[in-house]
Structure formats: structure tokens, C-alpha cells
């Protein structure tokens, strides 16, 4: 019997997950989905302005019911972006994107860098700049977090350049006479910036408890420290939600909270200090609702999405639906820093109901017809979601990030899996931990492309990044589904290797660019469902077959036979009809 990982734990990865064998032939005999005609749209590649209608025919609308397509909805992802948000200012967005990483990652500011950007700030202190032009408080607090983070904290190679330091001796005392004091405080804790001995930031508090509590915690942070679980959670039920407009008003200044968010990302966050993040807001509406299935696979793609390659999750989902393997797809519009396509914007541009709670995607994922759903961070995380501006703001990527891909906003009567992409070496294991946290039965985390969770067909490059390859995965699964205690007895299975598609057969091919078109996302994974073979349609059923039979799936012990099924659900035009049925029925929830 064909398997990718061996039935005994083990701790180095094999060559590769595949054994030799010749390319598979499909077995399936194609049988079109009813009054679904290929040739009237989905082989014709869609102009960079199409018709909203263009990927499916009137046929299809009529039949199944489909909503009108909001017109509103643009083809771009970069312009779902709600237009409600104020803009960084892009000279200081810049800069941030060099100073407010990782202890290795930071590229210092040279002197006419650091001059032009401290002169930006002055004059947008001094009123002088307006709107976009105006450098924002999360700006101010996330460029002098990393700031004094680098200078107390890091390596020399990334703190200060000579640059930076002449640039801050010029402008620091004009600057300490216009800055807000909560940016002084961020910038200068312990007041001895360059000699000039102001007491504002030793002696600052903040206004209120709860800012009071974060003003606490940021000193522990901007000194490059860590903090515990209970201090982390404490700060965000604190002060988030943070938009007005809530049940709680704003309680904090969005400079301590974007200092706060990017000082603990630069510090690289410890197990408890994620924890903290991933399980602050479980209890926001209560116990998640309970789906009556058999199996729930959790997808944690990147909420920022993909800018420049196809992705497959969402045809995926459709896919495993078909034989009894429910998934929950979660995200958001829109998100910064990538501001790529998303699973909602896919969803909302098909006519779907994309502000379902948890509550109705849970009747989803028991419907018969159907077997998957999304759940936007909107309706099931409000607390969370009103941190979409200041994260575009502050440029980098929080904790949060990594956290919010392992959630379960509804949990299901049998066993359960989460998937989850990554990029940075690193945090891998993190993500893995919180999986297990999480009580699940298996937990996988790959690194595909743009660091989600497309496996793809494309040989490596000879240029790899340091750190994992793309395709590689790691995880764990339970050989025990009776229980996944580990206190009572349960053995983990873990696993870590790299997907080599050329070795089962797949021919080697570029993965299809997509370059933020959300309409050409929706055509190459519409076509792929409709059975037209290439490079979405392999990638689809790749990464459906590889999950399933890595997350120990019934019926998927043979890798073969899992990628196979996977086929059968797209041939049969199964897979098509849960989607079109998600359409309607998420529509008709109102």
C-alpha cells in the first residue's frame, strides 16, 4: 500500500513524500455538470475589466438560482480595500517596512533615508501636512517601537545606523516639543535621548486603566522583554474593540497599541505570548456552535491574501466536501500589508453571502448538498477585526497574523484537523503548538506559495530563499481519535517533509498568475471544476489529495487512491455543484 508517511513516528524528513511511479491516468470518465457550457465563457480569458456574469452562464444563474453580482464589486483585490480608512503616509511606511522587523531582518535607514523621514514627521506634527500626507499615531507608535527596540535590543548589525543617529540628534529637539506624549514616551522611556532629559517619557502613565495596564506592558516590550499569558490578554480584552462604534469605546491611543503590536512581533513572540493572542476573543459570543459531521478541516490561509499566483483553497474545500470531509474556510475582505485576493472577495464577487455567523455556517457544513462554508473575521471576531486599519498602518505583521490562522469558529462532533500556511522559518513548530492547544485530532502546516497553503507543481527553483522550501510540510495527527489528550495517553504522530508532485506523476508546470484579479482567480478554479485539465485543475487536486491523506483522512491511506477521489469529485462535476449550491444557499440566509 502506497504511503507518504510511514504508520512509526520519525524525526527526519524523507527525500520526498512520493514514491516512483509513472503518470496516473484519470480514470473517470468526464461527465459535465447539466447546463453548464465550457465554451460560452469559462476557456475565454477574462478582460481586466470584465462583466461580473463573465465566468458563469445565464443557464447556470437561472437554474441554481444565483443572485445578481454586485456590480460595485471590482475585479481587483486592492480595491476592495474600504475606502472608510485613512491612509499611512508612504515615506514613513517605507522606513517602517526596513525598521520594524526582526533582529536579523531590519535593514538600518542610511542618513538621507533617516533625514527625509524625521523631517516628514516634524512637519506632520506641526500641522503642516494633511490627509494622506499625514503621518498617523499607529505610524508614529510602530516606526518608534522598532526604534528603541533596536537600540536596546538587537544585534549591532541592526541597531542604529551612523545615519539614523545624526538624524535624530538633529530633529529629536525640535520633535520632543510637537510629538503627542504617548509617541515621547514610546520614542524615549527612559528619557535620555540625546541629552535632552526630558521626564515625560519616565514619568508617563497613560489616561485611564486600561491604557494604564498597556503603558505597563509596553515598557516590558520596548526594552526588548517578554510578557506572561494572563498580562497579554488582560491588555487586548482592554482595549479592544478598538473602532468606535462599539459596545466599548476606545480606551487606548493607537500609537501604544500599534507600538505594542509591532514590539511584540520584533521581539519574536514567546509560546505563552501567543497563546495569549490566539485564545483572547474565544469567548467573545461564547461556545462555538458544534456541526453535527463526522470530520471539519480548519483552513488558515494568510488573511492578506495572494497577489501574484492562483489560490485553490476555496475549490479545494468544494472538492473535499464531496466525499464527507467538511472544511471551514475563515478570513477577512480585505488586509493589509499584502492586500491580496481572499476567499471572501471570491465569494462576495460570485453573488455568496459572505457575513454569515458562525451559527449559519455551521447548517452549512451539515447541509448534504453543500459540506463547507466561510466565516468572516467580521461576524465571528469583531474585537479583532477593528484592527484592520491600524494594521495597515503599522506596515509589518503582528502576532495576530499567525494567530488568526488557527481559530475554530465552529467545532464539529467528530474529528477535527487545522491546515495553516506559513513563510518565515521559524513558526512552524508555534503554529503546530497552538494546534495542539487546540485539542485537535491532526494539525498541518505547509509553506506554499506566497506562504499559504497552495502545494504547487513547478519545480523548485534554484534560487530557494533560505529557510524551508516551498511544498514543505510538517504536522501531526493523532493514531489515537478516541481521544487527543495527551494526558490520557494519546501518541502524537508527527511528520515533516517536502511535496514532490514530478515523482507521482504531475508534469512540471508555472502556477497560473493571477496578479490581484479576483475575476481570473475565480476563472482558473471555475474551469478546473468544470474538468479542464492543466494547472489549476493539478494543483487543486494536489492539495486536496496530499491533506487528506497527511491529515490521516478515511479512505486516503493510499496516496493514490486519495488523489484519485479528489479527481472523481471534480470529473463527476460534483464538486462544481456544491459550490453553485453554496452560492444560493448562503444567499437565500440572508
Given at each position: 500500500m502506497k504511503v507518504l508517511i510511514n504508520p512509526e513516528p520519525f524525526l527526519s524528513p524523507p527525500n520526498s513524500i512520493f514514491p516512483n511511479k509513472p503518470p496516473c491516468i484519470t480514470r473517470f470518465q468526464l461527465r459535465p455538470f447539466p447546463n453548464l457550457h465550457r465554451h460560452r465563457s469559462i476557456n475565454r480569458r477574462l478582460s481586466s475589466t470584465p462583466p461580473p456574469r463573465a465566468t458563469l452562464d445565464s443557464t447556470t444563474i437561472e437554474q441554481f438560482g444565483i443572485p445578481e453580482f454586485d456590480v460595485r464589486n471590482p475585479a481587483l483585490s486592492s480595491s476592495y480595500r474600504s475606502s472608510a480608512l485613512p491612509r499611512?503616509?508612504?515615506?514613513?511606511?517605507?522606513?517602517?517596512?526596513?525598521?520594524?522587523?526582526?533582529?536579523?531582518?531590519?535593514?538600518?535607514?542610511?542618513?538621507?533615508?533617516?533625514?527625509?523621514?524625521?523631517?516628514?514627521?516634524?512637519?506632520?506634527?506641526?500641522?503642516?501636512?494633511?490627509?494622506?500626507?499625514?503621518?498617523?499615531?499607529?505610524?508614529?507608535?510602530?516606526?518608534?517601537?522598532?526604534?528603541?527596540?533596536?537600540?536596546?535590543?538587537?544585534?549591532?548589525?541592526?541597531?542604529?545606523?551612523?545615519?539614523?543617529?545624526?538624524?535624530?540628534?538633529?530633529?529629536?529637539?525640535?520633535?520632543?516639543?510637537?510629538?503627542?506624549?504617548?509617541?515621547?514616551?514610546?520614542?524615549?522611556?527612559?528619557?535620555?535621548?540625546?541629552?535632552?532629559?526630558?521626564?515625560?517619557?519616565?514619568?508617563?502613565?497613560?489616561?485611564?486603566?486600561?491604557?494604564?495596564?498597556?503603558?505597563?506592558?509596553?515598557r516590558e516590550v520596548l526594552a526588548g522583554g517578554h510578557l506572561g499569558f494572563e498580562e497579554v490578554q488582560g491588555v487586548l480584552k482592554d482595549v479592544l474593540p478598538f473602532q468606535e462604534?462599539?459596545?466599548?469605546?476606545?480606551?487606548?491611543?493607537?500609537?501604544?497599541?500599534?507600538?505594542?503590536?509591532?514590539?511584540?512581533?520584533?521581539?519574536?513572540?514567546?509560546?505563552?505570548?501567543?497563546?495569549?493572542?490566539?485564545?483572547?476573543?474565544?469567548?467573545?459570543?461564547?461556545?462555538?456552535?458544534?456541526?453535527?459531521?463526522?470530520?471539519?478541516?480548519?483552513?488558515?490561509?494568510?488573511?492578506?491574501?495572494?497577489?501574484?499566483?492562483?489560490?485553490?483553497?476555496?475549490?479545494?474545500?468544494?472538492?473535499?466536501?464531496?466525499?464527507?470531509?467538511?472544511?471551514?474556510?475563515?478570513?477577512?475582505?480585505?488586509?493589509?500589508?499584502?492586500?491580496?485576493?481572499?476567499?471572501?472577495?471570491?465569494?462576495?464577487?460570485?453573488?455568496a453571502n459572505v457575513n454569515l455567523s458562525p451559527v449559519k455556517a455551521k447548517k452549512l457544513l451539515e447541509d448534504d448538498e453543500v459540506g463547507f462554508a466561510y466565516v468572516s473575521q467580521r461576524e465571528a471576531r469583531p474585537s479583532l477585526y477593528s484592527l484592520i486599519g491600524i494594521r495597515e498602518h503599522i506596515k509589518k505583521r503582528p502576532p495576530l497574523a499567525s494567530t488568526e490562522k488557527v481559530q475554530q469558529y465552529v467545532k464539529a462532533s467528530g474529528k477535527e484537523a487545522i491546515v495553516a500556511g506559513f513563510y518565515h522559518e521559524g513558526y512552524e513548530e508555534p503554529l503546530l503548538m497552538l494546534m495542539k492547544r487546540r485539542g485537535v485530532h491532526s494539525g498541518l502546516v505547509v509553506k506554499g506559495e506566497e506562504g499559504g497553503l497552495s502545494l504547487t507543481t513547478r519545480l523548485r527553483s534554484a534560487n530557494a530563499t533560505r529557510g524551508p522550501p516551498v511544498n514543505y510540510c510538517s504536522g501531526f495527527r493523532a493514531l489515537d481519535v478516541s481521544s487527543t489528550s495527551e494526558l490520557g495517553g494519546v501518541t502524537r504522530q508527527g511528520f515533516s517533509l517536502e511535496v514532490n508532485a514530478k515523482e507521482y506523476?504531475?508534469?512540471?508546470?508555472?502556477?497560473?498568475?493571477?496578479?490581484?484579479?479576483?475575476?481570473?482567480?475565480?476563472?482558473?478554479?471555475?474551469?478546473?471544476?468544470?474538468?479542464?485539465?492543466?494547472?489549476a485543475y493539478d494543483r487543486i487536486v494536489l492539495n486536496a489529495g496530499v491533506v487528506d491523506h497527511l491529515l490521516g483522512v478515511d479512505g486516503a491511506e493510499d496516496i493514490?487512491?486519495?488523489?484519485?477521489?479528489?479527481?472523481?469529485?471534480?470529473?463527476?462535476?460534483?464538486?462544481?455543484?456544491?459550490l453553485l449550491n453554496y452560492i444560493k444557499v448562503s444567499h437565500k440566509m440572508g
Open positions: 499611512p503616509n508612504q515615506t514613513v511606511l517605507e522606513a517602517q517596512a526596513r525598521v520594524c522587523t526582526g533582529p536579523t531582518q531590519t535593514r538600518p535607514l542610511d542618513e538621507q533615508q533617516a533625514f527625509k523621514v524625521f523631517d516628514t514627521i516634524l512637519r506632520s506634527a506641526r500641522g503642516e501636512m494633511k490627509d494622506e500626507d499625514e503621518v498617523s499615531k499607529a505610524q508614529l507608535g510602530a516606526f518608534f517601537a522598532g526604534m528603541t527596540i533596536r537600540a536596546n535590543a538587537f544585534p549591532e548589525a541592526t541597531q542604529w545606523s551612523e545615519g539614523e543617529t545624526r538624524a535624530m540628534k538633529t530633529f529629536w529637539p525640535l520633535l520632543v516639543r510637537v510629538l503627542p506624549p504617548e509617541v515621547i514616551f514610546i520614542a524615549d522611556p527612559e528619557g535620555l535621548m540625546m541629552g535632552v532629559g526630558s521626564s515625560i517619557g519616565p514619568q508617563y502613565v497613560g489616561n485611564g486603566t486600561s491604557e494604564m495596564r498597556l503603558v505597563g506592558a509596553l462604534g462599539h459596545e466599548k469605546p476606545k480606551e487606548a491611543s493607537e500609537a501604544l497599541l500599534s507600538a505594542f503590536l509591532i514590539g511584540q512581533r520584533m521581539n519574536r513572540e514567546t509560546d505563552r505570548e501567543l497563546k495569549a493572542y490566539c485564545l483572547a476573543f474565544d469567548d467573545e459570543f461564547g461556545p462555538p456552535p458544534v456541526a453535527d459531521v463526522r470530520s471539519l478541516t480548519h483552513y488558515g490561509e494568510p488573511y492578506d491574501g495572494n497577489t501574484r499566483f492562483f489560490r485553490s483553497t476555496l475549490f479545494v474545500a468544494a472538492v473535499r466536501s464531496c466525499y464527507g470531509e467538511s472544511c471551514l474556510l475563515h478570513g477577512v475582505d480585505w488586509m493589509a500589508p499584502k492586500g491580496g485576493v481572499t476567499e471572501e472577495q471570491m465569494l462576495k464577487f460570485m453573488g506523476g504531475f508534469q512540471p508546470t508555472d502556477t497560473p498568475r493571477t496578479d490581484r484579479s479576483v475575476s481570473k482567480n475565480i476563472e482558473f478554479g471555475l474551469s478546473a471544476l468544470l474538468g479542464e485539465k492543466g494547472p493514490s487512491a486519495a488523489l484519485d477521489r479528489a479527481r472523481e469529485a471534480i470529473d463527476s462535476g460534483n464538486a462544481l455543484k456544491r
